[in-house]
């Protein structure tokens, strides 16, 4: 597969930076200066210079917003003069960020002007994020989701599980940039030895990829040759490992996700020759078949030389609802109306101490009226 790349904002550039640094094609921008000089990548373009003097937008999604209304000819006119055959666009930001939240207007734009499918990453904000990042993810998932042919959220606080995120920026993006490369190389094969018995092509990958959807690997390291995985395996055990580890890779994804709620996918094996025998992928197609909430299901195997271990790669593809993304589009939605809500409450506490005084004035009536008819007497019968 041949994408052509576009790194928008500080993550999303940091993040393509390490995709092209593999070879692939593509440009990095950003309105912040001296973030763009950390990447020596020479396809580079300073978004805004005239307004922020490379100063960035400071969060401000407005002002994100104004630049790439500004520049998205300018970026347009860039590709064209750098891209080469390419089969899709793969389009990488910050879905919180004021660069990168403003991608939607690229977005837009690309579609306008070429044939092949645009894709979107989205790195969603994590909880530990100021509120304002979250406010612009509210803001925008709406808006940019379903804008792109594909939407591949990626949460990092499901990648990095308990770790803290300050500090593992670097770990998480080579993370992120590892299961794209995997997703990539289906369908760009140099030569005959990388064909598998079930052979993939980049259509397979177009033809899934709809909508929401998540990478997921399961990954295991085979060690010295008669001492590791395979050892004692005979070939009726292999499609219980490859199956395994389909199980582990839906588990290992990007965002959480329920397979059940997923329509499509794609599944590869990848792997030494020797590891792959005649099944390949077949047996983790037919678990994935079992458990996806569609039937539309693909499969192949790559005998990748570079790799010493066997792999299963899962893209699970329009997936029709993600509780992790309703749980942080609310949580944004209430960050983003905080100072209405506290407005809300100031009111509705006012209202509640009126009714308490009111209560008690009520009470106090009643106390009154109870004690002037306990005054009332009776008119006792006069004896004869």
């Given at each position: 597969?041949?994408?052509?790349?576009?790194?928008?904002?500080?993550?999303?550039?940091?993040?393509?930076?390490?995709?092209?640094t593999?070879?692939?094609?593509?440009?990095?921008?950003?309105?912040?200066?001296?973030?763009?000089?950390?990447?020596?990548?020479?396809?580079?373009?300073?978004?805004?210079?005239?307004?922020?003097?490379?100063?960035?937008?400071?969060?401000?999604?407005?002002?994100?917003?104004?630049?790439?209304?500004l520049?998205?000819?300018?970026?347009?006119?860039?590709?064209?003069?750098?891209?080469d055959?390419?089969?899709?666009?793969?389009?990488?930001?910050?879905?919180?960020?004021?660069?990168?939240?403003?991608?939607?207007?690229?977005?837009?734009?690309?579609?306008?002007?070429?044939?092949?499918?645009?894709?979107?990453?989205?790195?969603?904000?994590?909880?530990?994020?100021?509120?304002?990042?979250?406010?612009?993810f509210?803001?925008?998932?709406?808006?940019?989701?379903?804008?792109?042919?594909?939407?591949?959220?990626?949460?990092?606080?499901?990648?990095?599980g308990?770790?803290?995120?300050?500090?593992?920026?670097?770990?998480?993006?080579?993370?992120?940039?590892?299961?794209?490369?995997?997703?990539?190389?289906?369908?760009?094969?140099?030569?005959?030895?990388?064909l598998?018995?079930?052979?993939?092509?980049?259509?397979?990958?177009?033809?899934?990829?709809?909508?929401?959807?998540?990478?997921?690997?399961?990954?295991?390291?085979?060690?010295?040759?008669?001492?590791?995985?395979?050892?004692?395996?005979?070939?009726?055990?292999?499609?219980?490992?490859?199956?395994?580890l389909?199980?582990?890779?839906?588990?290992?994804?990007?965002?959480?996700?329920?397979?059940s709620?997923?329509?499509?996918?794609?599944?590869?094996?990848?792997?030494?020759?020797k590891?792959?025998?005649?099944?390949?992928?077949?047996?983790?197609?037919?678990?994935?078949?079992?458990?996806?909430?569609?039937?539309?299901?693909?499969g192949?195997?790559?005998?990748?030389?570079?790799?010493?271990?066997?792999?299963?790669?899962?893209?699970?593809?329009?997936?029709?609802?993600?509780?992790?993304?309703?749980?942080?589009?609310?949580?944004?939605?209430?960050?983003?109306?905080?100072?209405?809500?506290?407005?809300?409450?100031?009111?509705?506490?006012?209202?509640?101490?009126?009714?308490?005084?009111?209560?008690?004035?009520?009470?106090?009536?009643?106390?009154?009226?109870?004690?002037?008819?306990?005054?009332?007497?009776?008119?006792?019968?006069?004896?004869?």
């Open positions: 597969m041949k994408p052509f790349i576009i790194g928008i904002g500080r993550a999303g550039c940091r993040i393509a930076n390490l995709l092209l593999k070879g692939y094609n593509g440009i990095l921008a950003d309105t912040e200066k001296s973030d763009l000089l950390f990447f020596p990548y020479r396809y580079k373009i300073l978004l805004g210079e005239k307004i922020l003097d490379g100063n960035g937008t400071g969060g401000d999604i407005d002002i994100g917003r104004e630049v790439l209304e520049e998205k000819y300018n970026i347009i006119d860039r590709i064209d003069s750098i891209k055959s390419m089969d899709c666009i793969f389009v990488i930001s910050a879905m919180g960020g004021g660069t990168g939240g403003a991608v939607d207007i690229l977005i837009d734009e690309l579609k306008k002007s070429y044939m092949e499918p645009i894709y979107y990453a989205g790195v969603l904000p994590s909880v530990e994020d100021p509120s304002e990042i979250l406010a612009n509210s803001d925008n998932l709406k808006r940019i989701a379903p804008m792109s042919h594909g939407f591949l959220p990626i949460d990092n606080d499901h990648i990095k308990k770790m803290r995120l300050r500090g593992w920026y670097n770990h998480i993006n080579s993370k992120i940039s590892r299961y794209l490369l995997d997703l990539f190389k289906v369908g760009d094969y140099r030569s005959r030895d990388e598998g018995e079930n052979v993939l092509g980049t259509t397979d990958v177009i033809n899934t990829f709809k909508g929401i959807s998540s990478i997921g690997i399961g990954l295991h390291e085979v060690k010295d040759e008669g001492f590791g995985f395979f050892r004692h395996t005979s070939s009726e055990d292999k499609p219980e490992i490859v199956i395994a389909t199980e582990k890779a839906v588990s290992n994804t990007l965002i959480s996700v329920d397979i709620e997923t329509r499509k996918a794609l599944v590869v094996v990848y792997g030494p020759r590891y792959l025998d005649f099944l390949g992928s077949i047996p983790a197609r037919l678990w994935v078949e079992k458990n996806i909430g569609g039937v539309e299901v693909r192949g195997d790559i005998p990748w030389s570079e790799k010493k271990d066997l792999e299963v790669m899962v893209l699970l593809s329009a997936i029709k609802k993600n509780d992790r993304l309703k749980y942080l589009y609310q949580l944004g939605k209430i960050q983003k109306n905080r100072d209405e809500y506290i407005d809300k409450i100031t009111k509705l506490y006012d209202k509640l101490k009126n009714m308490e005084s009111k209560f008690i004035e009520i009470e106090e009536d009643f106390k009154e009226i109870y004690e002037d008819l306990k005054k009332i007497e009776e008119p006792r019968e006069e004896s004869s």
